[in-house]
């Protein structure tokens, strides 16, 4: 089944584990959707130390990078400005839009969970929020401080969805690629948008009933 044409909003901010928002970006724009991307400061400097890739700093040499790495569509990705404030995400009348920051630093949560505004990735998620919108947030930090875990529950009943970078390993994961695939399958799942990344839980278990 062919997924319909859908944008996604998609902040990378400085936790560890670009890997899990790079995979992400490059099966969203795989499945046809176009992304609107928002890239931190502090999630280039983690990208360069964690990835081979190395991020132009001006948004419009970072999408075309992007765009050619991932072989994307022209104007498939569209990447703003920390303060571009005419930014679709910006706004409530912009295109509604879920918002995924992965991965999303305690820094983020703690912003998003007090209403700050300091950005276009904060000002999204609070958008986000208080139009009730999907919005995604995808933590990875050891250990969660108190403060860290009231920020999620916070945010969890303004209804926002807190999915960790806590890959399982029931799939047997051979691989580092496996254990992002995990991860970046439960969120495409969330998304509604198609992925063969990992199979749905019980799909074998029913395809042996059917088959009998």
């Known amino acids: 089944m062919s ?48 990835t081979d890739f190395k991020l132009p700093g001006a948004p419009k040499a970072m999408a075309a990078a992007l765009t050619e790495h991932f072989q994307a569509q022209p104007q498939q990705l569209l990447v703003f400005g920390r303060e571009d404030w005419f ?4 706004s409530g009348s912009g295109e509604p839009a879920p918002l995924v920051v992965c991965p999303c630093s305690t820094g983020t949560l703690s912003a998003l969970a007090t209403g700050a505004s300091n950005n276009l990735i904060e000002r999204a998620g609070d958008v986000a929020l208080k139009e009730r919108r999907p919005l995604i947030l995808v933590p990875r930090e050891a250990p969660y401080s108190e403060l860290h875990l009231e920020n999620m529950l916070k945010l969890t009943r303004m209804g926002a969805t807190i999915i960790p970078a806590s890959p399982g390993f029931y799939h047997q994961p051979q691989s580092v690629a496996d254990l992002v695939d995990f991860i970046v399958a439960r969120l495409l799942d969330h998304l509604g948008i198609d992925q063969t990344l990992m199979p749905k839980w019980g799909e074998s278990r029913v395809a042996q009933k059917l088959a009998r």
């Open 87 to 90: 930014a679709p995400p910006a």
């Open 3 to 50: 997924n319909p044409i859908t944008t996604v909003n998609l902040a990378f901010t400085g936790a560890s584990g670009a890997q899990y928002g790079l995979r992400l970006l490059e099966c969203l724009l795989a499945a046809g959707c176009r992304v609107h991307l928002m890239v931190s400061r502090a999630a280039q400097v983690v990208i360069a130390t964690e």
